[in-house]
């Protein structure tokens, strides 16, 4: 009599395909914000300038925008190797697939990384009175400061946002109808080769 040991925990869910690609896909999001925030670090230590800007009888920090720009350029490379290769694991049209990404990256772009950063970039300093540069604490010299907050609550809309764009419109999965033709080809190159030889 065999007994096979069941897979239990992590091990079962992860032979569940849809948590799989959550799950990395978190993973993947994760590190995703990872490399945003320190290509946004680097840039602001690096080029400690302040392009301030008035917009009504609030003031505004308009290289801080910049650099955040800049930062989400890296992690869309980043997202788009990762998301293709390891989460959704595409064999799509690498430039389709590419510039729908693109596309879906610019609107939550524009929505959060640009406008609700900036909102609350602009709430936080001048309804409630609390600088961009005050300190939250420090883990390893990373200063975390009001700014970084607004970045990773900003970051939580966007890990979700642009999973719906990618599982829906970007990465999406052949219909039934497609790798049955697929197959259907592949037999027939199968069949025409056997007969060659």
Known sequence: MSTKEQPSGLKKL???EKFREVFWYFVFGVLTTIV???TFWVLKKVFDVKWPVK???WNFDLF???INAIAWV???VFAFITNKIFVFHSKGNVMKEFIAFVIAR???FFAFELGLFSLGVMVMENAW???EDDLWFSIFGFEVTNVYI???FVSVFVVIANYIFSKIFIFKKPAASENLKEEAASEKVAEEGSAES
Do not use: E, R, Y
């Open 64 to 66: 801080i925008t910049f």
């Open 74 to 76: 890296v992690a869309i």
């Open 129 to 131: 009175n609390m600088p």
């Open 55 to 57: 917009i009504g009888s």
């Open 150 to 152: 607004i970045k990773i």
């Open 106 to 108: 610019l609107f939550t």
């Open 36 to 38: 945003n925030l320190i």
């Open 14 to 16: 992860m032979q569940n």
